[in-house]
């Protein structure tokens, strides 16, 4: 009778007292082989995700990082030549639609004005902390008003160039590829981006809304890319043509590489991060309720 019942699950016993409601009764061994085994699914469920977050930015006014050290410093206006101009920031339609703003309600933006440059400077002293011999990843959303300019620049060291036809251009001196997608890069559209790299492996992958693509370098040819930008090449006032016109939202940086899934389920729910730290609090509050509702049998 019991031949189709796992053991584990036969271990367990429900006892009815009198005038009592039932109980789940297990002995001690029982109890903890289940709690190991919460543990270890717990355990198995962060390390499925190579990929760490460790900068995020809500451009709540700034470009402050809300996970590490890594701040932005903004484009400043320069009156009286008005070459260079401060981006703004939108909270009214300046997201994607139905995200999730808990975490950012703003998207920045940038190229308000034509001839005048605007960006964000990460400066150059990310090098060792997301590129040499690392594996790495950068995920966005973004709206161009005009289909043209650097929106993340020197990642990698990679220029991410959005080009007029729609394709993305990965240039500089590791990468020179252009890549089509399946629904190519449209104005006044939100589009999510991701990009990934291993330095060790020589390659990486580019999205755009969840169509991956792979491309290949060099490994180890990710040297100093001497400045880290976003909505521009360069922080100089000469480089309008390469500016960005439009709107960055939620930018993340990880630590390791995104997985095919994981940059879909970004794709997919715009404002959400991976890990979700969500599922590992629904993980550990199973493993407690549990730990509540068994308990050794009495005599």
Known sequence: MHGNIPFRLRQLRLVVKSHSTPQIIMNTQSMKKLSCLSLLALTAGVCAHAATLTHRYDFDGDAA????????????????????????????????????????????????????????????????????????????????????????????????????????????????????????????????????????????????DGDIQTYSFTPGALTDPSRLMVGNFSNNASNVATQFDGHIYDLQIYDGVLTNGEISTLAGNAGTAIPEPGTYALLGGIFALTSVMVRRRRS
């Open 65 to 208: 990082d809300s996970v590490g050290t890594l701040n932005g410093t903004l484009s400043a206006d320069n009156a009286p030549t008005n070459t260079i101009e401060a981006p703004s920031f939108l909270n009214s339609g300046g997201v994607p639609s139905g995200a999730d703003t808990s975490f950012a309600s703003n998207s920045i933006e940038f190229g308000m004005n034509v001839a005048t440059a605007s960006f964000v400077n990460f400066g150059s002293g990310v090098q060792t902390d997301i590129y040499d011999g690392k594996a790495g990843s950068v995920a966005y959303w973004f709206k161009a008003d005009t289909l043209s300019g650097d929106m993340f620049s020197n990642v990698g060291p990679h220029r991410t160039i959005l080009k007029s036809n729609g394709d993305i251009r990965l240039g500089g001196g590791t990468v020179d590829e252009n890549f089509s997608f399946t629904g190519d890069v449209t104005a006044g559209t939100w589009h999510h981006f991701s990009l990934t790299w291993n330095d060790v492996a020589g390659a990486g992958t580019i999205a755009l």
